[in-house]
């Protein structure tokens, strides 16, 4: 603050810190509190103060007709459900989530239809009950999602020969169509039936017990086979333009991750504040 000796006016001089501004530096750059402070001529509390200050972005509505794609994932102690429109890259919805529910996933939907968007088909990552959630939208399962649940049984080095041939047949997925992926997947199990029905015997309370030798193989193959049919929903309605994967949300995940990751400790708070702000740009 300065005083004018001449008339008295007092006014404030130099360049005034925009919160805004400062929090984007937090947000972008790798600098901590102190060092932004030394850009700023200040104090590290002030910074602090700026930070908690700024307010984040709002989403910028695009296009009213979309494409959903929608995942979860977790920074620490936070849940971020985040619904983006494929058509025009713009975020749709952000929530901060204890857990990633079914149901979260639908009131989702239902707030982005009340925004006056018409939703004309999802991508999901194939959680249990999200296909009957939607029966009136065209639902995809994420074709990378679903490599993942097989690797998850297999692991991604099996021993098994039939193990080995069944991972190199989900990796094809993003390159095949149905017939030809469902025909592949028919030759595997002609090949391989028998080894999925192997059955181990062993005694238990004086009893002859018996139990499917490869149990992880068979949950893989009936992964697979069960999810079929939402497998390739992009490649019947083709005229809407469906991505097969949630990658377009995936890859902000991880630069957001990294961010976070250069400001170890922040408050759930500012946490939070941080990726609405990620978002809505």
Same mark, same amino acid.
């Given at each position: 603050?300065?005083?004018?000796?001449?008339?008295?006016?007092?006014?404030? !001089?130099?360049?005034?810190?925009?919160? +805004?501004?400062?929090? %984007?530096?937090?947000?972008?750059?790798? +600098?901590?509190?102190?060092?932004?402070?030394?850009?700023?001529?200040?104090?590290?509390? &002030?910074?602090?103060?700026?930070?908690?200050?700024?307010?984040?972005?709002?989403?910028?509505?695009?296009? &009213?007709?979309?494409?959903?794609?929608?995942? @979860? @994932?977790?920074?620490? /102690?936070?849940?971020?459900?985040?619904?983006?429109?494929?058509?025009? $890259?713009?975020?749709?919805?952000? %929530?901060?989530?204890?857990?990633?529910?079914? %149901? !979260?996933?639908?009131?989702?939907?239902?707030?982005?239809? $009340?925004?006056? *968007?018409?939703? +004309?088909?999802?991508?999901? /990552?194939?959680? %249990?009950?999200?296909?009957?959630?939607?029966?009136?939208?065209?639902?995809?399962?994420?074709?990378?999602?679903?490599?993942?649940?097989?690797?998850?049984?297999? &692991?991604?080095?099996?021993?098994?020969?039939?193990?080995?041939?069944? #991972?190199?047949?989900?990796?094809?997925?993003?390159?095949? /169509?149905?017939?030809?992926?469902?025909?592949?997947?028919?030759? =595997?199990?002609?090949? =391989?039936?028998?080894?999925?029905?192997?059955? @181990?015997?062993?005694?238990?309370?004086? +009893?002859?017990?018996? @139990?499917?030798?490869?149990?992880?193989?068979?949950?893989? *193959?009936?992964?697979?086979?069960?999810?079929?049919?939402?497998?390739?929903?992009?490649?019947? =309605?083709?005229?809407?333009?469906?991505?097969? &994967?949630?990658?377009?949300?995936?890859?902000?995940?991880?630069?957001?991750?990294?961010?976070?990751?250069?400001?170890? !400790?922040?408050?759930? #708070?500012?946490?939070?504040?941080?990726?609405?702000?990620?978002?809505?740009?």
């Amino acid at each position: 603050m300065y005083k004018c000796h001449a008339c008295g006016r007092q006014f404030q !001089g130099g360049d005034r810190r925009s919160p +805004q501004i400062i929090f %984007r530096d937090y947000l972008e750059g790798k +600098q901590t509190y102190a060092q932004l402070a030394a850009k700023y001529h200040c104090s590290a509390r &002030t910074i602090q103060r700026c930070i908690d200050k700024a307010k984040p972005g709002s989403l910028q509505k695009g296009i &009213t007709v979309a494409n959903v794609v929608m995942d @979860t @994932t977790y920074f620490s /102690d936070t849940g971020v459900m985040v619904f983006k429109n494929s058509l025009d $890259g713009k975020t749709l919805l952000v %929530r901060i989530v204890n857990n990633e529910t079914v %149901r !979260g996933y639908v009131e989702g939907i239902e707030h982005i239809k $009340g925004m006056g *968007y018409s939703v +004309q088909a999802i991508v999901a /990552d194939g959680r %249990r009950g999200i296909f009957n959630a939607f029966k009136d939208i065209p639902v995809q399962l994420c074709h990378f999602h679903q490599v993942k649940t097989v690797s998850k049984y297999l &692991t991604k080095r099996p021993k098994l020969k039939a193990s080995k041939e069944l #991972r190199q047949l989900s990796l094809l997925l993003k390159c095949s /169509d149905r017939r030809s992926f469902e025909n592949s997947l028919d030759v =595997w199990y002609a090949k =391989w039936h028998e080894t999925l029905d192997e059955r @181990t015997f062993f005694e238990k309370d004086g +009893q002859e017990r018996s @139990t499917y030798t490869h149990m992880n193989l068979r949950k893989a *193959y009936r992964s697979l086979r069960r999810n079929m049919p939402h497998l390739f929903v992009f490649e019947e =309605w083709r005229e809407l333009n469906i991505p097969n &994967t949630t990658n377009c949300l995936d890859g902000h995940f991880s630069d957001l991750k990294n961010k976070l990751r250069n400001h170890n !400790g922040l408050s759930r #708070r500012r946490k939070v504040k941080m990726i609405m702000e990620y978002f809505s740009t």
